[in-house]
């Protein structure tokens, strides 16, 4: 017995890792959410007590995120003995071919990590979907179908869902099937892509992101659109003129009736009303998409720079002192090199994301007012560049970001955004019948990456790789 009780524990310390970490990053967001509520006052305490106390309730259901991570990555070691004593069997018997032993090894590891990833697959979908995912899934549908009317850009219907107008549906686990499948082609491909090729999915996939954010929001997350909108410090009508302008329902030159979206926000400004007038205006002044803040362009994208780095750092900095102290608990040494690579990489995000938001600003104006017209009026007009063109510029600058953070952090954004960027292409939510495909390539790309992590684990990259190697030691 004595022989058997370290081993189990042993067995048993990767499993636990994996539960406690995604039961942490399961429930974390939803803590912070709920006291940041009470803090600003948008809460009461009790509706916060009441949020906490779901979250952690139901981040310890058997078919959601924290089991799910947990039975991975106890399936895949378990599994791996069964597995290579049946491809013993199998390999002594043909006479055909046979498979040396590394060969077999490897592979029951893989059988016993896509059986265990199918597993854990189907208890994720396992849950029933909402009215609200219904709600979401008709907006994306509609989105791709319908032109929306003036000043109505296709929000997420409120009313009651028949359930005969929704097939069954699927999607939940859509995000960490585009993360695994991400990462585990990362794993098979880093090694012969070229050096810029991070960077450049960075720039490709935050564009697409930032782009939805504009004119296809149901595709996004509720809370990465909040966090942008956040960011970004946007006006909702203005984020209403721009869509309009690419519907159609804005046009320079004509009274389409929707004037006073506009000219209303020039009225709080202090400036005049007719300059949101499409009919009299042509372009909107850029003072007004700046919001009234200043005239100047080049000022304007550095105070916004400015305003989103300050929030950047007032969140970044509190987490990484939190992660000193939390290695301090565990028995680290705090060291003053330890502060001082902390106070940079935190000042290196927040001018990285200040840098993203300053970028897209100033990518606007100098499509629509100060480059782009100059370069390109003779073919392009105002109509055009307020349609979408400034948005698409703007899009693009903002991924010239990535380049303040070192080779190293362009990994590890890269892989952030690429899945969110594949999302949107597919959508939220989608009809169940084509569950199969997403089933595929989760369980490959899952089974991939866990038999990667176990055998050459420098492959899997970034802080994932890290984690991921924690919690597979035994």
């Given amino acids: 017995m004595a022989n058997v009780s370290p081993a189990l524990l042993g067995a048993a ?11 942490l990053s399961a429930t974390t967001p939803r803590l912070l959410s709920a006291l940041l509520g009470v803090a600003r006052g948008k809460r009461s305490p009790a509706e916060a007590h009441s949020l906490i106390a779901s979250a952690l309730r139901q981040a310890l259901e058997w078919n959601r995120f924290p089991a799910f991570c947990a039975f991975l990555i106890g399936g895949s070691s378990a599994l791996q003995l069964p597995f290579r004593r049946l491809l013993r069997q199998l390999n002594g018997r043909s006479k055909k071919w046979h498979l040396d032993g590394l060969i077999v090894k490897r592979l029951a590891r893989f059988l016993a990590a896509l059986l265990a990833a199918a597993a854990g697959f189907e208890a994720l979908n396992s849950r029933p979907y909402s009215d609200a995912a219904a709600r979401v899934y008709l907006a994306e549908k509609a989105e791709k179908t319908s032109t929306p009317q003036p000043d109505k850009s296709l929000p997420i219907p409120t009313h009651p869902i028949s359930a005969a107008r929704i097939p069954p549906l699927a999607g939940y686990t859509l995000p960490l099937t585009l993360f695994a499948f991400t990462r585990a082609l990362d794993t098979t491909l880093h090694p012969h892509v070229p ?23 149901n595709r996004l997350p509720p809370g990465y659109a909040r966090w942008i909108s956040l960011l970004a410090d946007l006006d909702q009508r203005l984020i209403k003129v721009l869509r309009e302008a690419r519907y159609g329902n804005f046009v ?30 042509i372009p909107i002044p850029c003072l007004v998409v700046h919001q009234g803040e200043c005239r100047s362009c080049e000022r ?28 301090r608990f565990g028995g680290a040494k705090i060291r003053i090199a330890a502060l001082r690579r902390l106070l940079a990489s935190s000042a290196r995000s927040a001018a990285f994301l200040g840098s993203f938001v300053g970028l897209f600003w100033y990518g606007v104006c100098l499509a629509r007012t100060r480059v782009g017209p100059k370069l390109l009026g003779r073919w392009i007009g105002p109509q055009a560049w307020d349609g979408g063109l400034c948005i698409a510029a703007g899009c693009l600058a903002c991924g010239g970001s990535v380049l303040i953070e070192d080779a190293a ?50 492959r899997v990259r970034g802080v994932f790789g890290k984690i991921l190697q924690g919690v597979l030691e035994g």
């Fill in 409 to 458: 952090r362009h990994v590890e954004l890269s892989l952030f955004v690429l899945p969110r960027a594949l999302g949107i292409v597919l959508g939220r939510f989608y009809e169940r019948k084509y569950l199969n495909w997403e089933r595929g390539v989760f369980c490959v790309s899952a089974a991939t990456l866990i038999a990667v992590a176990r055998e050459r684990p420098e």
């Fill in 300 to 327: 304007n994208a550095i105070k916004r720079a400015l305003r989103a780095a300050r929030q950047a750092l007032s969140l970044y900095l509190p987490l990484q002192i939190m992660f000193l102290i939390l290695r």
């Fill in 195 to 217: 050096k810029w090729t991070p960077a450049a999915t960075f720039a490709l996939s935050s564009a697409a992101i930032m782009h939805a954010f504009f004119y296809t929001p």
């Fill in 252 to 281: 320079y030159g004509k009274d389409t009736g929707i004037k006073d979206l506009l000219g209303s926000f020039c009225r709080e400004l202090g400036l005049p009303e007719k300059w949101g007038d499409p009919a009299v205006t």
């Fill in 13 to 23: 310390k990767p499993i636990a890792r994996a539960f406690a970490l995604a039961y």
